[in-house]
């Protein structure tokens, strides 16, 4: 199985978005989680905050670094996973799944346009533009 699973959009910032109607769930991709390192810490907005695409929307902090998340497109935090403050560690074994970090509400779907396919991410990353 690809670390980069196609049914996601990937954003140069290294989050991804599964889209499922008009919301998307985000999280950080595998090349993200291992840069990182063990997380140890998650801090996530709450539940009805909006934001523009490309607004920081929260962190991860590692027993490396503290990384800013940066929210994919525009909309409105409908869902958090409160499973990460307890165990952050899913956003390295589960990066895709159980590692979640937030459900957000469109405002503008053609936003989805500008994201990376996983292809497209994958050769990014080879390129080494980071």
Request: hydrophobic residues 30%.
């Amino acid at each position: 199985m690809s670390n980069y699973p196609d049914d996601c959009y990937y954003t140069k910032d290294h989050e991804w978005i599964r889209v499922t109607g008009d919301t998307g769930r985000v999280g950080i991709t595998h090349y993200a989680q291992e840069s990182l390192g063990d997380v140890v810490y998650v801090d996530l907005p709450k539940v009805g905050e909006s934001y523009q695409s490309g607004d920081p929307f929260g962190s991860v902090e590692s027993v490396k670094a503290v990384s800013e998340l940066f929210i994919p497109v525009s909309g409105e935090i409908v869902e958090i996973n409160g499973q990460l403050a307890d165990a952050p560690e899913l956003v390295n074994s589960s990066p895709y799944d159980e590692g979640w970090m937030v459900t957000v509400k469109f405002s503008n779907t053609g936003e989805l346009d500008s994201l990376l396919s996983s292809t497209e991410y994958e050769d990014f990353i080879k390129e080494g533009k980071l």
